[in-house]
Structure formats: C-alpha cells, structure tokens
C-alpha cells in the first residue's frame, strides 16, 4: 500500500522545550490511527505542525507525495489535511449552515466580482456548496439538520458543537482528518456514538483518520494502529494491545499517577 | 426586604437613598444646563409659539424624566427575585416620583434666590438677566420659589404616573408630544421646505407662527401622530388587502401600463429638476467657500436660502419653456433611465436576498407567490420615487444635509466591508477618503500640478483603483494584526496621510495648506451638476451600488470567508481560507468605495484642504457604524442620518452640537449596545434560549473539564 502520509524526524522547539523530538511516523490511505500519550506530550504540537499553525523547526512532513514544511495553513487544507480543535473552535456567530460551508471554501473559487453580478456559474456553484453541507449535516442525523440549518452556531449544545466542528472538517473534501480528542467532555452514551462515528466516517466517507484520544475505550474501538507519545518523541506503535501492554506506554502514564487516572476515568 | 414593605415604612431605606440621589443628580443636570447657558439660548426659540419654549420644554423634560427614571429604578430594584413584593404600590411611585421633582424643583428656586444674594455673573458668565427672566417667568424672585418647588414636585409626579397608564394610551401620548417638540425644534427646517414651490402656502401659515409652531398646528401634529400610531399596527393588513386587490382584478397590462407612466413621469420631472441652469441659483457658491470642511457652514446658508426660496421658485416657473427644450435631450433620458433600471434593480434585489423565509412559502402556494413579488416591487418602486423625488420636494438646504449624509453613508458602506464583514478595527479610513479626493482634484483640476483637467467620469475609474492601491498598501504590513493594535497603527496612517497632504514636500504637487483648488464640478451631458440638490443624486447612486455590492458580498463565499476570518482566524486559515488574500480583499474594496465619496466631496466643495480629511472623520464613520449596528446596513442608513443628518438639523445651536451628540452617544451605547438596527443574527442570538443555558461562549475551557453538561 502506498504511504498517504508519512513524518520523519519532525522536531518542533518552543525557546528551550522541545515539544516534538524527532517523531518520525506515517499513515497509510484508508486506516484509522490514535494518537495517545500523556497530557503535554506534544499530541496537539503535532496537529498544528502537520496543518502549518506552527512551522517545524526541523524534518520532513509528506502527504500524498508533497512537502508540507513551509505551506501555509490554507495550502495545507486544499492539498487534503482537514482537522477539528480540542477546544471546539466554530464561528458562532454564523450558522450551522454557513459554518460548514465555509468548509468548502477551499473546493470553490467564485470571487468578488462573481458575488456581485451572480452569473449562472456562480449560482451553480453556491447551490453545490450548499447541497453538500447539507449532505456533510445529514451525516448527523436530524441534529443538525432543519431548523437548526439557520441557527447561530453559539446555540448548539456542547455534543451538537463537536459534531459541527467533524462536518466543518470533512467539508473541505480532505483525504486525511486530524480529530483532537473528539470524545472530550461528552458522556458514556455519546463517546460511544463518536467511536461508531469514526469508523462509519472512514467505511462510509473514505475519509483516513489520525485521532488523539485520551478515551481508551474510543482508541480500543476504533484503531487499526495506536502510536504512543511521551516528551514529544514515539514510545511505542502497534496494535491497540500491544500499545497497552508495552512498558514504556504503562511508565508514561503511571509515572504521573495523580493526573493520569483522572483522565483514564474520563 | 421582609417588614419594610408596610405601611408604615412606605419605602426602604436603600430604596429611599436611591430617589434621593436620582433628584440630586437631575437637579445637578438642570443647574448644568442653566449655566452653561444651554437653557436660556434655546429659550429663545419657542415650540408652540408664544406660549412655551424649548428651554422651558428642556426644564419640564429633565423633572419628568427623573420622576420616570427614579420610579423605573425603583421597579427594577423590587423585582429581584426573592422580595416580597414585586412592584411598588402606586402611591409609592407618585410619591417617588413627587420627591425627585421637588429636588428637582427645590434645586431650581435655590438657585434662583442665590443670584438675588450674590452676583455670579463675574464667574459664571451664562447667569444672565435672560436666563433669570426665563426661570422665573418675569416675577420677583422671592415670589416664584415656591411655584418652581411646586412646578417640580408636580412635574416629577407626572413622571412617575406616566408608568402607570395603560400603554395603548402611553404610546401614542408620548409621540405625539414627541413629535411636536422635534417639529418644533426644525421649524426653521419646516419653513424652508414648505415655503418652496409646491408645497400650498395656506400649510406653511397654518403651521408655523412667527417663533414656533402655531397652536393650531401644533394641535394637528399631535393628533396626527396620534392617529398614526394607532393606525400603525392595522397598516400591514391593509396593505396586503390592497395588494391583493389590485393583484387579483387589475389587469397586467393595466399594472405594467400605469408603472411605466409613472417611471417615465418621474424620470422627466428629474431631468428638468437637475437640468435648471446653475447660474440661475447664485446662492450656492457662497455656501460652498463658506467651509471646506465636510460640513459647510449652514447656518451662513440657512439665512441667505431663505431670502433667496422665492427667488428660487419664480426661477423655476419662467424659464420652463426655454429649459425643458434644451435639457431634455435624448441622451440624458437614456442615462436617466439606465441609472433608474439601477436603483430598481438593485433595492429590488436586496429585498429578495431580504425575504428568504418568504421565497420558501411562495413555493408552496403561487397565489401567495404573486402577492409577495407584487409587495416586492411595489415597495421598490415607492422607495426609489421617494429617494429620487427628495430634493425636488425639501429644495437645497436639506438636500445640503442629505448630500451629507450621503458622503458619511458611503464611506459607512466601505468601512462595514472592513470592520463589520472583515472584522480589521480601521480607525484610518480618512486617508482613503483623502486620496480618493486628492487624486480627483490632480486628475480634474486645470489648476493642479499636471494640468490634466479630465472630466469627472474619466477620472473616476482610476481614482478608484489608485485609492484600491493604496487600501493594499496600508493594508499590507498591517495584516499580522488585529484588534486594538491594529487600530493603533491604522489610527497613525490616518494622521500620516493627513500630513503628508500638508508636507511642504508635496507642496508642488498636492498644494500644501493652501489645498487645490478649482476643481470642476461633475457634468452629465452638458449639465452641470452644481448644488447639493443635483450631487445628491450622484452620491444616492453611490450608496445604493454599495448597499448592493454590500448586500450580495455579504451572503457569498467572500463574504463568509471575511466572516469566518474575523471570527477566529486561525481557524478560518485552517479551513482553508488565505487571510492574507482576504484581508487585503478587505482594505482594497473599503478604499475603493471611500474614494467615491472623495470624489464626490472634492467635485462639490471645488477647493480640498488638507484639514478637512481629519481623524473625526474616520471617528464619525466607524460611530455610525456602532450606532447603526454593527455589520448591519440598514443600520449604516439609519446610523449615517442619526449622527450626521441630526447635527446638521440642529446647526443653529453649534456651541451645544457637541454635547447633545455627545450625551446621544454615552446613553445609546449604554440602553441599545447592539445599536439601533442590530443584524438579524445578532438579536436571534441574543433572544436565544439556548444560549442562556449553556455559557460556552464564556467559558471555552469548559471542553478540557469532563464533568460539562452536555445536552442533546
């Protein structure tokens, strides 16, 4: 199979601290892999290196075949890497529907003077933006869909916010979807619906997923390969068993016994 | 808050000390109004004439208004959850009300007894003999302390009793005294407008006296108003009954007939109106050197156009003849028209972007669908005769103000692109609106350094575009900012334009100080469109390309693009919009739009001065904005007529200008934040229950504690 997306020896340094130490891994086209690790071990660095928020300060990032290192975020975005935040980052003043739209702004192209003498390809264009986040919404269910369509995005409720935040991601049309923790902060019964939820959006979608979860039961669900982080470098790769039961995984997060169970718990 | 609620107490005592303070403030206020001499200028000009003035009209409003204030605190006091009585008794309100007016009153008549004693004139120079006289209604002192105490008390008590009377009475009471006092303000408004051609005569009789309004006439506008305000809630059904009427049994061809007639009818009456020869209105140059700055000085105007309206009209009945032969012309009629199909076409489109909801109930029943485009053009077709037909009806001295407005409202329309669809904090926008000025006086004046002397229009486009470039070159090492920084530094380019404009280094270019001058006014065919009266159709086709260019960017991929942008950045960056692209998208199309206003201004005016493109300018841009409504264009329309059209009006008080829209501004932005005409969004939003129950706006941390609530 070929390599969809692949790292190697990425270092990311904040002044002294090195957030991410020469992580070298890859992804291959279609598989589902959870990003784990302690808090602070430089999960979320990782995204925003990969998505072009922080420039690296040394190795490779390639996907399908490109160098990522020095694009810009946007760039990034219209190659295919599409990502959500793990401090749900919509546009709440816009609506539901327009904030998945917004999504495909990079899959368009009509610009100003389209906008304001709104000849037939643009209407074409504006009505295919809008069937598909319709289609991106209805990927949810009813929840997001019918009178909610208008409503401001600041009135969801916390779950339905995370959930507009996965149909925002996979209306840019990307290949790869970066999900940080998805399943934070929602209950039993809906972090079992966002484990269900990934692996339809990989069956259903062909979307290829890379996911930091701190919810084990989530990355057991739903991994075909765990990587384990700690201090910004990869302790341990396999299978969800043997990420477990590997030594370095158990040190990593025994070592700080006191946060730690809390997040297990979670 | 148990027992102190009887009988006995009346009222509690933190109650108690709140009244008490609200009357000492209102007091302060009135004694603040006196002194600066506030009270007896505006005494000099009556309401209703020979009976009440506006000064005393501004005393009695002050007493009133504490009462009400007072007993509106009192009532918001009581309802906080857990008292045991919600809402105070009547007695108690009179009664709180009656307290403040007596400080009020009290206030007053001290200060009255205290000029008796002691001479303040020496110090406080507005205690004049006039003011005295006015206060004291031309009695001895001593004698009318006891009436001002007494007036106050009463006055207070009305105030506290308004609260109390049904409001389908309140209502339509306190408008109609409303309007009278604000038509009693612009009476000289009133006699200018209705002295023209046109109006009957027997109106302006019947309604103004000498100093005021008429009794008679004052009688009429508040039965007026108050006939109207009960009307107003029936009027929607029976407009739609009429609509529907004439949907139903007049035919097509009837309907298709008669508008075109009248758009024929109205298109001529233009013409002729802005084909009267310039050099038969001789007043309007001398209003133009007057000032330079964007408001000319009309007060000098106000006195020369009113010796002047009828010399105005009689030229209007004479030269018929000789002027609708020459004027009208082929070619005017087809720029007429095609101007005409512009304003149509563009409010009726903005309607239809307007009324989504109703596009998706016309699907389902095409009778409904009929009635609703017949609404839609209609109103269209009303709202354009209304706006073309304004200068004709108020003659020059209002569309001077509406000329005005016009400039402030299409630099409102660029600076919303930017700030309120981009979300960039410009606080520089005048440099824009200087360029645009600049670079039209170079290109059209013979005068200027190049002697290019081009026509307006041929200037025009490149105006546009070298304003356009220098919105990207401002705009460029602006764009890793945001915020307040960002307003710094454009609030500092502002000021730069400014002096570069007056540098002795473009002194060969740009004319220093002494600015540049004879430039030529804006021609259409051979007209000349000299006076407020003709550029007000110049700069109302400007503000409606705008609006329209407003309106369809706004609902388009750029225009959630610059939405998403100005709402997180990152995030839009990350979702795959270029924000350095977008943002200097931005700068350049908000430049573009104020140049047009420069180009208007500096074509009107002929002479441009560095000083007039100064940082109130830009201030007064963005306050319309926040006045108006954020990011709303409507709001810009009402903000642009409140905060510039309102100053004008009340011009003939320019030392208290300033204060009054000062005072305008502080208590708008503390009773209506989101502005007058909020966007739709915004008050949803606001209204929404959802968001009361969830704070997640507040509190974005909420997303790392497990334990939020999370509701389906």
Not at chain 2, 136 to 158: E, F, H, K, Y
Not at chain 2, 346 to 362: E, F, G, H, V, Y
Not at chain 2, 515 to 526: E, K, T
Not at chain 2, 532 to 559: E, Q
Request: aromatic share 8%.
């Amino acid at each position: 199979m070929n390599k969809l997306f692949e790292c190697k020896n990425l270092s990311k340094d904040f002044g002294g601290l090195t957030a991410v130490n020469k992580f070298s891994f890859d992804i291959e086209e279609g598989e589902i892999v959870s990003l784990i690790g302690p808090n602070g071990a430089g999960k979320t660095t990782f995204f925003n290196l990969v998505t072009g928020l922080y420039p690296a300060s040394s190795g490779m990032i390639m996907f399908k075949g490109e160098d990522l290192i020095g694009l810009s975020p946007y760039e990034i975005t219209q190659l295919g890497i599409a990502r959500t935040f793990q401090a749900v980052r919509l546009f709440p003043d816009m609506t539901i529907l327009e904030n998945v739209m917004v999504g495909q702004h990079c899959r368009s192209k009509s610009g100003v003077i389209g906008a304001i003498l709104q000849p037939k390809s643009y209407k074409e264009e504006e009505e295919r933006i809008r069937t598909n986040a319709e289609k991106q919404l209805a990927f949810f269910g009813s929840r997001l869909m019918g009178f909610r369509l208008n409503q401001p995005a600041s009135s969801l409720s916390y779950a339905n916010r995370r959930r507009l935040e996965i149909a925002r991601a996979m209306s840019t049309e990307a290949k790869l979807l970066l999900l940080d923790e998805p399943a934070a902060g929602m209950n039993p019964k809906e972090t079992i619906e966002i484990a269900h939820l990934i692996g339809k959006l990989r069956d259903e979608r062909g979307f290829t997923i890379l996911v930091i979860e701190h919810d084990m039961r989530v990355v057991k669900d739903v991994s075909d390969r765990v990587v384990a982080m700690d201090y910004g470098s990869k302790i341990a790769e396999g299978t969800y068993q043997q990420v477990a039961t590997n030594e370095h995984v158990v040190e990593a997060y025994l070592g700080r016994k006191g946060n730690e169970e809390q997040d297990n718990a979670n | 808050m148990t027992d102190s609620n009887t009988i006995n107490t009346i009222i509690e005592r933190k109650h108690a000390t709140k009244t008490v303070l609200i009357g000492i403030y209102s007091g302060l206020v009135t004694l603040f109004v006196c002194l600066i001499g506030m009270v007896e200028t505006f005494g000099a000009r009556d309401i209703i004439g020979g009976i009440i003035s506006m000064g005393h009209t501004m005393l009695i409003i002050i007493a009133v208004g504490s009462g009400a204030v007072a007993v509106k605190t009192l009532r918001e006091d009581m309802s906080t959850p857990g008292a045991t009585i919600n809402k105070p008794a009547f007695l108690v309100e009179i009664f709180v009300g009656v307290t403040t007016g007596l400080i009020v009153g009290a206030t007053l008549s001290i200060f009255v007894f205290a000029t008796q004693l002691v001479d303040m004139r020496s110090v406080l120079i507005n205690v004049s003999p006039g003011l005295l006289e006015m206060l004291t209604l031309q009695q001895p002192a001593s004698q009318v302390m006891m009436t001002i105490t007494v007036l106050g008390s009463l006055l207070g008590g009305i105030g506290a009793a308004i609260f109390n009377i049904n409001p389908r009475i309140r209502l339509p009471l306190v408008l109609g005294l409303t309007s009278v006092v604000s038509l009693g303000m612009l009476r000289d408004m009133l006699k200018i407008v209705l002295s023209r051609e046109g109006w009957p005569s027997v109106l302006l009789n019947f309604l103004v006296k000498n100093q005021g309004l008429s009794i008679a006439g004052a009688t009429t506008i508040f039965a007026t108003t108050v006939a109207l305000v009960i009307i107003w809630p029936h009027l929607p059904k029976i407009y739609d009954k009429t609509v529907r009427i004439i949907v139903t049994y007049v035919p097509k061809v009837l309907q298709f007939a008669v508008s075109i007639i009248f758009t024929i009818a109205l298109t001529m009456r233009v013409f002729w109106f802005i084909g009267i020869s310039d050099k038969d209105l001789p007043i309007l140059p001398s209003c133009q050197a007057a000032d330079s700055s964007p408001n000319v000085d009309l007060a000098k105007c106000i006195s020369i156009l009113s010796n002047d309206v009828s010399t105005t009209s009689d030229l209007l009945g004479t030269n018929l003849a000789t002027l609708v032969s020459t004027i009208i012309t082929v070619s005017e009629i087809l720029v007429g028209s095609l101007i005409l199909l512009c304003f149509i076409f563009a409010i009726w489109n903005i309607r239809q972007n307007a009324n989504l909801t109703d596009t998706k109930s016309t699907l389902e029943d095409p009778n409904n669908a009929l009635l609703i485009i017949a609404k839609r053009n209609i109103s269209a077709f009303f709202s354009v005769a209304l706006l073309v037909s304004l200068p004709i009806l108020l003659g020059v001295f209002p569309s001077e103000v509406l000329l005005n407005v016009g400039l402030y409202m299409l630099m409102g329309f660029g600076l919303n692109i930017v700030v309120g669809m981009a979300g960039l904090l410009d606080l520089g926008y005048v440099a824009f609106f200087a360029v645009g000025a600049y670079s039209t006086a170079i290109l059209t004046s013979p005068r200027a350094s190049i002697e290019l002397g081009m026509s307006f229009w041929a200037a025009l486009p490149i105006v546009v575009l070298v304003t356009g470039a220098t919105g990207l070159l401002v705009g460029a090492p602006v764009l890793r900012m945001r915020g307040d920084y960002l307003a710094i530094v454009t609030l500092g380019f502002g000021e730069i334009a400014r002096f570069l404009f007056l540098s002795d280094w473009f002194k060969p270019w740009l004319g220093g100080a002494q600015g540049i001058i004879l430039i030529p006014p804006v021609s259409i065919g051979n007209v000349q469109l000299i006076g407020p009266h003709k550029l007000y159709y110049l700069i109302i086709t400007g503000c409606l390309i705008a609006l329209f260019i407003s309106a369809r960017l706004r609902g388009s991929r750029v225009g959630r693009a610059w939405m998403a942008m100005s709402e997180d950045e990152k995030v839009a960056e990350t979702m795959g919009i270029n924000t350095v692209y977008y943002k200097l998208l931005a700068f350049g199309l908000g430049a573009m739009i104020a140049s047009i206003s420069g180009a208007v201004f500096a074509a009107k005016l002929g002479t441009i001065f560095p000083h007039s493109f100064n940082v109130l300018v830009s201030i007064t841009a963005l306050s319309l904005l926040i006045v108006g409504g954020i990011g709303s264009l409507p709001g810009i329309i009402v903000g642009a007529l409140v905060l510039v059209g309102l100053p004008e009006l009340l011009r003939e008080f320019t030392e208290y200008r300033l204060l009054i829209y000062g005072a305008i501004l502080i208590f708008m932005m503390l009773s209506r934040p989101e502005g007058l005409i909020p966007r739709v969004r915004q008050t949803r939003e606001l209204d929404d229950q959802e968001l009361s129950q969830d704070a997640w706006l507040h509190d974005k941390n909420e997303a790392n504690n497990g334990s939020s609530v999370t509701v389906t």
